[in-house]
């Protein structure tokens, strides 16, 4: 399991995991657009308006503030206070995440996050390897790579800790871009001692190639800022007369204003999605002037989640792609932030969103109109063929 990678569950069973890149709805369609009077510019959720009760519903976000004041004025914790009514309020996806938590979170949205450009993974016998490492950081800049045993972090042995607990230790508790980070770590029979200054490094999210067959292969890992905008990029410079596959599997959702954005390099503007805040219905529309003739396939799976749900069912709802491979997640709810005394961030739902032909996606996911559970990239290629674009 590598260190960095975020899986979106239930808070029942995620709170621990600490934070998920998607949120699963993430600050979703309202502070990704603009629409609760967040800033869509680029600053930090730090930044936004994290008030509670014009965002969520009345009741439930007002009984969540007047349980962690009231903890708060016993001197209890209001965060723990808060995360009590949000499991009695039956919200799947509400969770309660401390100020590190949570700055931490706006950073992944951010698509960037200070650490040394390491991902771990644990072996059997508990070792911590380096799974990963980030071209141009500085730990490929120290000549560490893939395969490398990490023994310890400043000085602290970290055989048979959790991965996550091992990136948070890479990454330094509120350590910011320039402080160091001693690493021990052994390749083979020799061992050695790293010394590292932690720097601002982006988070890889969509990643292109152009195919011999013509074909333009375009993965998207996660929705954070500027995510869309690559993927419109990656379309207008693609060399005519070859199709597109875009590969949204395992890609757990993001802004749902970057995903918008990805559609709008396939669609010449028009409906994406609708959602509801308090009953209030509401509207997402591409771009116009995106390419409309490239034959596409969409490749997605079970781990295909929000924000990228959304745009697999905007493209296969307006006749756009292909759609292919399993059925999604199912997470088509908005989540709205609420800061509490301590500092702490309480997540409530506050509505759903809908494809263009008004299909739900909470609880149901998307089906693909291909359903293939292995060779998918062997299937999509025959598919593309089918839609006239050599293979």
């Given at each position: 399991m590598s260190g960095l990678d975020r899986c979106p569950r239930p808070r029942s069973v995620r709170r621990g995991a600490a934070l998920t890149l998607v949120f699963a709805g993430l600050l979703a369609t309202g502070v990704a657009t603009g629409s609760f009077g967040g800033d869509p510019s680029g600053r930090d959720h730090n930044d936004r308006d994290l008030s509670a009760r014009s965002a969520a519903p009345a009741s439930s976000s007002e009984r969540v503030a007047d349980a962690a004041a009231e903890a708060m004025a016993d001197g209890k914790s209001p965060a723990a206070a808060a995360e009590e009514e949000v499991s009695r309020s039956g919200d799947r996806w509400g969770a309660v995440y401390d100020p590190a938590e949570y700055r931490a979170f706006a950073e992944e949205l951010d698509g960037a996050y200070i650490g040394v450009g390491l991902w771990t993974r644990s072996g059997d016998d508990g070792r911590i390897e380096v799974d990963r490492v980030q071209r141009g950081g500085p730990a490929e800049r120290a000549g560490i790579r893939t395969g490398d045993r990490l023994r310890s972090i400043d000085g602290r042995p970290i055989a048979g800790k959790p991965v996550r607990e091992v990136a948070e230790l890479l990454r330094g508790t509120g350590s910011g871009e320039g402080t160091r980070v001693?690493?021990?770590?052994?390749?083979?029979?020799?061992?050695?001692?790293?010394?590292?200054?932690?720097?601002?490094?982006?988070?890889?999210?969509?990643?292109?190639?152009?195919?011999?067959?013509?074909?333009?292969w375009i993965k998207v890992s996660a929705f954070t800022k500027g995510t869309g905008e690559r993927v419109r990029e990656a379309v207008r410079t693609a060399p005519q007369g070859g199709g597109v596959v875009l590969d949204l599997r395992g890609n757990s959702g993001g802004l749902v204003a970057e995903s918008v954005t990805a559609a709008s390099a396939f669609l010449d503007g028009g409906l994406v999605a609708t959602y509801d805040v308090r009953g209030e219905q509401r509207a997402l529309h591409a771009r116009g002037g995106g390419d409309t003739d490239r034959p596409?396939?969409?490749?997605?799976?079970?781990?295909?989640?929000?924000?990228?749900?959304?745009?697999?069912?905007?493209?296969?709802?307006?006749?756009?792609?292909?759609?292919?491979?399993?059925?999604?997640?199912?997470?088509?709810?908005?989540?709205?932030?609420?800061?509490?005394?301590?500092?702490?961030?309480?997540?409530?739902?506050?509505?759903?969103?809908?494809?263009?032909?008004?299909?739900?996606?909470?609880?149901?996911?998307?089906?693909?109109?291909?359903?293939?559970?292995?060779?998918?990239?062997?299937?999509?290629?025959?598919?593309?063929?089918?839609?006239?674009?050599?293979?």
């Open positions: 001693e690493l021990g770590l052994q390749r083979g029979s020799r061992t050695w001692t790293e010394s590292l200054r932690r720097a601002r490094l982006e988070r890889p999210t969509v990643t292109v190639e152009q195919r011999a067959d013509g074909t333009l596409l396939v969409a490749l997605v799976d079970g781990g295909t989640m929000s924000a990228a749900e959304l745009l697999a069912g905007a493209l296969q709802d307006r006749g756009r792609a292909v759609v292919l491979g399993s059925r999604t997640f199912g997470k088509g709810s908005v989540q709205m932030p609420s800061r509490l005394p301590d500092g702490s961030v309480a997540e409530l739902t506050v509505g759903h969103y809908r494809t263009p032909s008004g299909r739900g996606v909470d609880g149901r996911g998307i089906t693909p109109d291909v359903d293939v559970d292995e060779g998918a990239e062997a299937r999509a290629r025959t598919v593309l063929s089918g839609l006239g674009t050599p293979s």
